[in-house]
């Protein structure tokens, strides 16, 4: 039977370098694929919705750390598992990367780049779950990007409110100091911002991190620079029920 996902509305492993033998790039940041959590005592896969709610949560926005450990990276196709609930609706997807200090609130002014992922659609299976689902989006991009820390932020956008996309959680590799017991998370943005975000009705599976509940699902895919290709040889290392409240 199919599991559907459940959509909560208003209320990487860094050192990972999977070759994609089709067109030669690599994994720059991988939070892993989404896993079922518990809500409200029910197993399922679970979407924090991120978009433009109505009234009250216009930039209801999910900010998701991670960082940059290669000089001169491009960003060229990020992947995010994220579910169309009826009704919610927009015309597209975007993204904001945010600089980040530590693991405080990316602020107005944080913004290092944003811009059009691509059509809100659905997308295709992703191979890495149980079910058989459309979440899995992958976005052609071309974002240069140098070492450092950073948050990703997905949303939908455009369309009459509310419309958002609900991004799936639940990922298992995301590095563990960057893991908070929280998800920075945004109803209205610039004032008041990210704010923590823990709702004692979502859970951990048995022997489930309780870390992973807040880690939205997306990999980065990247390739180097051509003056940086040098620094990428024989050092790099190969690592190969939907409701809403």
Same mark, same amino acid.
């Given at each position: 039977?199919? #599991?559907?996902?459940?959509?909560?509305?208003?209320?990487?492993?860094?050192?990972?370098?999977?070759?994609?033998?089709?067109?030669?790039?690599?994994?720059?940041?991988?939070?892993?694929?989404?896993?079922?959590?518990?809500?409200?005592?029910?197993?399922?896969?679970?979407?924090?919705?991120?978009?433009?709610?109505?009234?009250?949560?216009?930039?209801?926005?999910?900010? =998701?750390?991670?960082?940059?450990?290669?000089?001169?990276?491009?960003?060229?196709? =990020?992947?995010?598992?994220?579910?169309?609930?009826?009704?919610?609706?927009?015309?597209?997807?975007?993204?904001?990367?945010?600089?980040?200090?530590?693991?405080?609130?990316?602020?107005?002014?944080?913004?290092?780049?944003?811009?059009?992922?691509?059509?809100?659609?659905?997308?295709?299976?992703?191979? #890495?779950?149980?079910?058989?689902?459309?979440?899995?989006?992958?976005?052609?991009?071309? =974002?240069?990007?140098?070492?450092?820390?950073?948050?990703?932020?997905?949303?939908?956008?455009?369309?009459?409110?509310?419309?958002?996309?609900?991004?799936?959680?639940?990922?298992?590799?995301?590095?563990?100091?960057?893991?908070?017991?929280?998800?920075?998370?945004?109803?209205?943005?610039?004032? *008041?911002?990210?704010?923590?975000?823990?709702?004692?009705?979502?859970?951990?599976?048995?022997?489930?991190?309780?870390?992973?509940?807040?880690?939205?699902?997306?990999?980065?895919?990247?390739?180097?620079? *051509?003056?940086?290709?040098?620094?990428?040889?024989?050092?790099?290392?190969?690592?190969?029920?939907?409701? #809403?409240?």
């Amino acid at each position: 039977m199919r #599991r559907q996902p459940l959509m909560l509305g208003t209320l990487g492993l860094a050192a990972l370098m999977l070759v994609a033998p089709a067109n030669g790039q690599f994994v720059l940041w991988d939070t892993g694929p989404p896993h079922m959590v518990v809500y409200d005592g029910a197993e399922t896969y679970l979407g924090y919705s991120s978009g433009d709610l109505g009234p009250g949560a216009e930039q209801r926005w999910c900010a =998701i750390p991670f960082r940059i450990e290669i000089p001169d990276a491009v960003i060229t196709q =990020i992947d995010v598992d994220w579910f169309i609930n009826p009704g919610d609706e927009a015309d597209n997807v975007r993204y904001i990367i945010w600089n980040r200090a530590g693991l405080d609130a990316p602020l107005d002014g944080d913004q290092f780049s944003e811009g059009l992922l691509g059509p809100y659609a659905a997308g295709r299976d992703d191979p #890495r779950t149980d079910v058989v689902d459309d979440w899995l989006h992958e976005y052609p991009v071309d =974002i240069p990007i140098p070492m450092g820390d950073y948050y990703l932020t997905i949303y939908g956008d455009g369309g009459t409110a509310p419309n958002s996309t609900p991004w799936l959680t639940g990922g298992d590799l995301q590095a563990e100091d960057l893991e908070q017991g929280f998800l920075w998370r945004s109803a209205q943005f610039p004032v *008041p911002g990210f704010e923590p975000y823990n709702n004692p009705a979502i859970e951990p599976m048995p022997g489930q991190d309780p870390d992973d509940l807040w880690n939205c699902s997306f990999t980065l895919w990247g390739v180097p620079e *051509p003056s940086s290709l040098c620094l990428i040889g024989v050092g790099l290392a190969v690592v190969m029920a939907r409701r #809403r409240i």
